[in-house]
């Protein structure tokens, strides 16, 4: 029995990296799938190697129509819709706030943050008289700590865990679960462009990522997202809902980049009891 077995799943932005590592995954479970992208050539190939449990879907998640459509043909073709994964993603604007240039900004949040908002509208459309379902949105660590990404993405992935939260309250009356997923540097080819210079060089992003990772030499891979995100969206997390759940090997707690085991001073031996200014130790006070 696989963790989604019949249910109907849709993934925006499928084609490639963590979009298309879960559109895998989840047929691997048993979902029935629709894969939607822009990359027309990319996603059509991507279905026909997952077989006829795959459809692709061309979806500009910018535009209401696309989203709506996608919807739709989930319910055309399948009779309903389960899950939702809002994934589709870019780096967008990038530069010095002072810089910043609204075209790329209005362009960047359209892509990351009126496409979660779409998704969210139109699945709880189709979701809400069934009294189920389950919508999981891709965030960012960008979104839950300061500094880890360009201006314009991190507020919207920030937008996305509140949105997320929020959703969440209102969509639980119905018996819908909402939650998302914030990975931290995760190599696929959208980070082997930044860290590279070229998408298809993934294996130049692992290297570079297994050396800063927090956990020792474990780099972070899309399928650690995609678990995550087939966990939301099947049962088993089905007292699951409004969590954003950070898949990053402990980055936003403060783990240090690249650690060796017993560097890290404050944890590297143990010293005796700190106590007030001068003083260490169980000793009677005095």
């Known amino acids: 029995m696989g963790l989604l077995d019949d249910r109907v799943v849709a993934v925006t932005g499928a084609a490639s990296g963590l979009g298309a590592a879960t559109a895998r995954r989840a047929v691997a479970e048993g979902a029935r799938l629709l894969l939607a992208d822009i990359q027309d050539h990319r996603g059509a190939a991507l279905a026909a190697d997952l077989g006829p449990a795959a459809t692709y879907v061309h979806c500009d998640v910018t535009r209401e129509p ?25 780096v967008g604007a990038v530069g010095p706030i002072d ?5 790329e900004y209005e362009f960047s949040m359209g892509v ?35 500094g880890l990404g360009p201006h314009a993405y991190a507020a919207a992935k920030t937008a996305v865990v509140g949105l997320t939260r929020n959703v969440a309250a209102e969509l639980g009356g119905y018996g819908i679960r909402v939650n998302a997923v914030a990975p931290g540097r995760i190599a696929t080819p959208l980070t082997a462009d930044l860290v590279a210079g070229d998408p298809d060089d993934v294996d130049a992003a692992l290297e570079r ?55 890290l001073n404050r944890f590297a031996a143990a010293r005796p009891l700190v106590r007030e200014a001068g003083r260490r130790g169980l000793g009677a006070a005095g």
């Open 66 to 90: 696309d989203v709506a459509a996608l919807v739709d043909r989930a319910v055309d073709d399948a009779g309903r819709l389960d899950c939702l994964v809002n994934n589709a993603g870019i």
């Open 99 to 103: 810089e910043l240039d609204l075209a």
């Open 112 to 146: 990351l943050l009126t496409s979660v908002v779409l998704g969210l509208k139109h699945a709880a459309r189709v979701m809400k008289p069934r009294r189920r379902g389950s919508i999981v949105s891709i965030s960012s660590i960008a979104g839950v700590q300061g």
């Open 209 to 263: 990522f297994r050396a800063t990772s927090p956990l020792y030499r474990r780099p972070g891979v899309a399928d650690d997202v995609a678990d995550a995100v087939v966990w939301l969206a099947s049962e088993r997390s089905g007292y699951v809902s409004g969590h954003t759940l950070v898949v990053d090997g402990g980055a936003t707690t403060g783990s240090p980049a690249g650690p060796r085991p017993g560097e």
